[in-house]
């Protein structure tokens, strides 16, 4: 399974940007989707997840309120609906999966860069 995240882009505090993870390759069925970013100089956060059967997600509280996650199954596609962009955001962002009966996320896409000026 290879997954390839796309959608960043340079956006002015307060504006919008939705991001997406493709998964493709042999069947795919993980447990959880995970989103993460990683500022210059910082390390590596989680941002939000969900449950690729359930749907449940769980956010971050950095950005409750503002990104949503959400998937199409029959695309193989989870997305990150950034709204209300803060400087803060500026990162690499990644999507990750995350198997039944792994405790870690273990394929990473390359990265997307996701840039707020204010």
């Known amino acids: 399974v290879q997954l390839q995240a796309s959608g960043g882009g340079s956006v002015q505090a307060g504006g919008s940007l939705r991001l997406s993870c493709v998964a493709s390759?042999?069947?795919?069925?993980?447990?959880?989707m995970g989103w993460f970013r990683q500022a210059p100089g910082k390390e590596r956060e989680f941002v939000g997840s969900?449950?690729?059967?359930?749907?449940?997600?769980d956010y971050a509280d950095s950005v409750k309120g503002r990104f949503t996650i959400s998937k199409d199954n029959a695309k193989n596609t989870v997305y990150l609906q950034m709204n209300s962009l803060k400087p803060e955001d500026t990162a690499v962002y990644y999507c990750?999966?995350?198997?039944?009966?792994?405790?870690?996320?273990?394929?990473w896409g390359q990265g997307t860069q996701v840039t707020v000026s204010s």
């Open positions: 969900i449950s690729w059967n359930m749907g449940g997600t």
């Open positions: 390759g042999s069947t795919f069925s993980p447990m959880l």
């Open positions: 990750a999966s995350r198997r039944f009966g792994r405790s870690a996320f273990e394929k």
